[in-house]
């Protein structure tokens, strides 16, 4: 096992980092403060990002923060389908028994949305993340949700999660109500140079290994493959340390460094 090689009392590099392990890089700050403007003062947010930067990450750590009683929290992961499917699973999440009609269900949606906030006062933040993948017609549904009778009161805050080609379909004319919609809004990118060294520290110590594992030429080798990228660099940092304890060489340099991004398809 390459964690007890090195002396690990936990595996580092984590696929779901919880609020603790969450690396603050400034462009997570810049999230962050987005996302707080957006719970307090509703309406709707986009955030989009390179596959792997972290916009579900972002998401789903700062949701968590929100406090329970005052927010609900409506997820959709949304890999394909209909209009009709997408208000399917916007009632699921609102423990609604899905109406048949598309009609029906936007009136269903909208009651339980007023419901929440007035007899319950529970704002609900419904997020759509993957929401590139949306078609054409279920973008269409969304500002209906986000005013459905005369009084301005925001019910609904919406955020969009999805690639860099969200950003493109929203630029369509069909989708200028959407867009007037969007409040705040943040394009995610990968960390910094300077800071892949200060999170591949943070991750080592986390997981009970204060010495420097990777050396730096394997650091700059390392920026230079993923980017960034958190995913890769992940991905990346766990491939080297196996790889490294494999050769038994307490330390990655740019020749293990390079076989792991090989191994890692980088
Ligand atoms: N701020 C962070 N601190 C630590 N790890 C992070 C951070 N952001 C992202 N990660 C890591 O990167 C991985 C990818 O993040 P995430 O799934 O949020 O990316 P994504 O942008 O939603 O990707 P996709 O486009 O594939 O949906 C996470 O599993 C997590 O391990
Ligand atoms: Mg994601």
Redesign the pocket.
């Known amino acids: 096992m390459w964690e007890s090689f090195f002396g690990f009392k936990k595996t580092p590099?984590?696929?779901?980092?919880d609020a603790k392990?969450?690396?603050?890089?400034q462009a997570?700050n810049q999230v962050k403060t987005r996302l707080e403007f957006l719970a307090q003062h509703r309406g709707t947010g986009l955030i989009t990002?390179?596959?792997?930067?972290?916009?579900?990450?972002?998401a789903r750590v700062f949701t968590a923060t929100l406090n329970a009683s005052l927010y609900k929290i409506l997820y959709v992961h949304f890999s394909s389908g209909s209009a009709l499917d997408l208000l399917r699973q916007i009632a699921s999440e609102l423990d609604l028994e899905p109406a048949r009609f598309r009609g029906d269900l936007v009136r269903q949606i909208a009651d339980a949305v007023v419901r929440l906030n007035q007899a319950k006062k529970q704002h609900p933040i419904l997020i759509c993340d993957?929401a590139h993948l949306l078609p054409h017609p279920a973008l269409e549904q969304l500002p209906l949700l986000l005013n459905f009778d005369m009084d301005s009161s925001r019910y609904l805050t919406l955020l969009l999660v999805g690639?860099p080609l969200l950003r493109r379909t929203l630029s369509l004319q069909m989708h200028e109500a959407l867009r007037q919609r969007i409040g705040v809004q943040y394009h995610?990118e990968g960390i910094t140079r300077d800071e892949l060294d200060a999170y591949l520290a943070q991750q080592l110590k986390a997981a009970g290994v204060s010495q420097p594992l990777f050396d730096e030429t394997a650091r700059q080798g390392m920026y230079q493959a993923t980017k960034g990228i958190?995913?890769k660099v992940?991905k990346l940092a766990m491939t080297a340390l196996r790889l490294a304890a494999a050769s038994k060489s307490q330390t990655v340099n740019e020749a293990i460094l390079l076989d792991a991004a090989a191994e890692a398809m980088l």
């Open positions: 590099f984590s696929d779901s980092p392990q969450l690396f603050a890089s997570w990002g390179e596959v792997g930067a972290g916009k579900s990450t972002a993957e690639r995610l958190p995913r992940n």
